[in-house]
Structures are given as C-alpha cells and as structure tokens.
C-alpha cells in the first residue's frame, strides 16, 4: 500500500469522491463473514479538475460480479446560474476596477519600473525612487495575498508568505468540495434541480430551528437531582460585562464571518465601539451520550419512551440521523436489523470515533497508531506542499502535522517506532523528500527540534512530546 500511496503521490492525483453506495467491493458472503471494502477509486490531476470542474462518480449496482461499476459523468453548469455569475462577475470586475483597479497589472508594471530603475546608474534620486517603488510594490503583493487567503479560508498559515499560488490552488479546492450536486429531501428523494436542492434546504433548517412547546417537565425534574445553585444560576443569567465581550471578540478570527455589510472583522478591531458589535446571546451544546441496554424489543420501547419524554420536556429533539446502535458479537444479525429499525437508527459496527480516535480500543492498539501514521502520512503527501515556500512548511508542520496526535498522546505511550515514522514523515515534508528521490537533509532532525534561539526551528520531537503530555497526567 505504502508503494501504491506514493505512485499516486508521484502522478500528482487526487480522489474524485463519489456519489451512492460506500463501498465497490463484497466477497458475497452473509452474517459475520460479510467483508466489503472501497478498493475502486477514480483519481485525476489538479489540471485535468481544473479543466473539468463540473463532474460527477457514481457507484452504480453490482450485478454478477463481486465490484460495482463506477459511472464517471461530465456535464455543463446550469445555463441560468452561469448567467447569473457573469452578470456577477462583470458587476464586481467593474467594481473592482473602479476601488482597486487590475492588481495584477499594477504589479507587473511596478515590477517593470522597478527593473528599470535598478538598472541605471545609481544616485540619491535614484535610491530614494527606487524605495518608493518597492514600498508600493509590498502594499499591492500584501493586497492580493489578502485577497488569496480570504478565497482559500487557509486559517493556519500566517500573513507573510507571498504565496499566492497556494492560496489560489486551496481556493480552489475548497470550491469543488462545496460544491452541491444533489441533497436529499424529506420525502426520501435525491434532488438536484437549483429550486428543488433551495427547497430542501428550507424545509430541513425550518424543522430542525422550529421549537417545541415544552410539557412534563415535572416529571423529569422529579428524577433528577438539581447540581446548580442559586448562586450559580445568578452567575449564569447577569448581563454581560465589556470585559467578557472584549475577550471574545478579540478570540474571532478576523477573516471570517463578514457582517451584513459585508466587512470582515479586522475593520472593526480598530474601532473604539467594538463593544457594542455582538449581539447578547448565549450558546448551550449537549455532550455526547451512550446509553447501554440489553437486546430485547421491551429495552428498546422504554429508551423510546425515555427519550419522547425528554423531548417533551425540554423542547429539543434527538437527531435520529446521527445517533446509531451497536450490539455485542453474539447476537444474531437479523435480531440487530430488526431492533435498529424498531429505534428508527442506523445499525453501527462500532462506536466511532471522537477526536480522531475509536471511542473503543481493544487490547491491540496496532490499528489505532496505523490510523495515526496514515493520517500523518496522508497529510504530509498532499499536494499543496508543491506551492509553500520553508517558512510555510514550517508553520504546517507545527500547526497541523505535529498536532494530529496531541490528543491520541496524552493518553497512550507510543511505541517508539510510531514516533520515529512520525517525526521521518514530518522531516520528509520538510525537505521536499519523495520516496525513491533522495533529497539532502541538510540537518537532522533532533537539531531542527531545539529552540530557535538554540539555532533550531522550533519542531517538537514526538517522543519527547508523548511523555511530556503523559508527566502531566500523573
């Protein structure tokens, strides 16, 4: 697998995804021997995506054969909705030109300016045009690397970086990942029409956001033991301060979320009535909660029971769509079907995952640090490295390499194997490594790890780390 990672890694191809069924493989077998697997993918090149944005793969029936067929389909944009975005585009291109102007152009000729200034004689004059050039240059590449960072919503690299190109291949990345080609609506029915999909949407937030009238509470108060107090209850009902609004404006992230009048929030950090920007409102969110019960019909009508009358109570309702039902080996398949479809969800094989991790492991922890090392792995291969410059790199190697098994370490020691694939993965990145190119490391990697006043970049040893979060815990 690792040689068929890196083919595709060196082909530079990424999954289409798809549509249907999840898997394209069974062995045909029923009960327990049941194995099915997505061994079909189908893979293209960031140029042949950019070239075809509007495709679709779908998982199409198996029929006397154990694979699926994959049915790759090309097709144009609705003709109304790209009418639209050129009326769009045009009206923001005109404004654009009258606000800002063509900042690609303005570059170009400051830089030919620029050029031409550098190449006569030198002199005062000359010295001080040439400084005066350079100053506009930085403010249009500081202009235009804004305008990349908020298309791409990259919230992990920092300002600095000049590379627009990356900003402009997650931009559009991020464009074919939301793009919507069907949804499915109330009624059971996929819908892919632009009024229908609209109507869909409607419908599902307009049931979800509908509140309940709230009725039993008496009964469900009378079996639960009060923990808030009187004086915790005051805390949590007084108005909010200017302190407690200071802080959480100051933790938004200034790119994100523009207003109605379709400014970002960095605007505002400048302005002395920040204050008065947030609405007073307050959010609540329910854990996640696992109830055990034994396999019979009468177990699943009292939790059914349970959890009507919370529902009744406290005016939320149970997302049926995201809860599932586990049941131990040894109860028989068809029983399993049959007390999911009498609780209305879905039949799980395990638990999930919370975090990143099972919510359940078993006394072998191989499978959870192989899930570790491919996510990493898979990380590390993408192909945006192609387009970061050193500092880049660095940044995602601390930011998101490096933190993908903070939580997994916190609780386990890993092996030290893991942890030296780890830290090779991290270091290959780094250096631009692939697997049969062996690019130099001009330092290793204990050194990259000191302290960047030690002459290090600051890296974090995993092993070293692992421990370190462990000493905590005792």
């Not at 830089?111 to 240059?137: G, H, T, V, Y």
């Not at 960047?452 to 000493?471: E, H, T």
């Amino acid at each position: 697998m690792d040689d068929f990672r890196v083919a595709i890694d060196d082909c530079r191809l990424a999954d289409l995804g798809f549509e249907g069924h999840n898997f394209t493989w069974t062995n045909k077998q029923s009960g327990h021997a049941t194995i099915q697997e997505r061994l079909d993918r189908v893979l293209g090149t960031d140029q042949w995506m950019t070239l075809f944005p509007n495709y679709k793969v779908q998982h199409l029936i198996r029929k006397s054969s154990d694979h699926c067929l994959i049915l790759l389909e090309l097709f144009s944009a609705d003709c109304t909705n790209q009418r639209r975005i050129k009326e769009c585009g045009k009206a923001l291109e005109i404004w654009g030109d009258t606000h800002f102007g063509n900042i690609k152009l303005q570059i170009r000729k400051l830089r030919e300016k620029l050029d031409f200034a550098q190449k006569r004689p030198p002199s005062e004059c000359n010295m001080a045009e040439q400084k005066a050039i350079e100053m506009e240059l930085d403010g249009l590449l500081d202009k235009e690397e804004t305008m990349w960072k908020q298309r791409s919503r990259c919230l992990w690299l920092n300002e600095g970086d000049k590379n627009t190109a990356f900003f402009h291949k997650v931009a559009s990345g991020r464009q074919r990942r939301n793009r919507i080609r069907r949804v499915l609506n109330k009624d059971g029915r996929y819908v892919s029409g632009f009024k229908e999909v609209e109507e869909a949407f409607r419908l599902y937030f307009q049931d979800i956001f509908t509140s309940q009238p709230a009725s039993n509470r008496e009964e469900v108060f009378a079996a639960v033991e009060p923990t808030v107090t009187e004086e915790m209850n005051n805390h949590l009902t007084r108005p909010f301060t200017t302190e407690e609004i200071t802080e959480a404006l100051f933790q938004m992230h200034p790119l994100k979320s523009p207003g109605p009048d379709g400014r970002k929030l960095n605007i505002y950090f400048m302005g002395p009535d920040y204050a008065a920007l947030l609405p007073p409102s307050r959010t609540y969110s329910l854990p996640m909660t696992i109830i055990f019960g034994r396999a019979h019909f009468q177990e699943v009508d009292l939790i059914k029971h349970i959890l009507t009358i919370y529902e009744a109570a406290s005016g939320q309702k149970v997302n049926l769509e995201k809860s599932g039902i586990t049941f131990s080996k040894k109860i028989p398949r068809e029983v399993t079907f049959e007390l999911s479809a009498r609780l209305g969800v879905r039949h799980a094989d395990s638990h999930g995952t919370y975090l990143g991790i099972p919510s359940t492991i078993g006394r072998s922890k191989r499978e959870i640090f192989q899930m570790l090392e491919d996510r990493v792995r898979k990380k590390s291969k993408d192909w945006k490295r192609r387009f970061l410059s050193a500092a880049g790199k660095s940044i995602l190697i601390k930011t998101i390499l490096q933190a993908i098994p903070v939580y997994l370490m916190s609780y386990f020691l890993i092996p030290e194997h893991v942890c030296k694939r780890l830290n090779s993965l991290s270091a290959q990145f780094f250096w631009g490594q692939r697997h049969e190119e062996r690019r130099i490391h001009w330092r290793n990697w204990k050194s990259l790890c000191r302290a960047k006043w030690d002459g290090g970049l600051g890296f974090r040893d995993i092993s070293c780390f692992n421990r370190a979060l462990l000493a905590k815990q005792a």
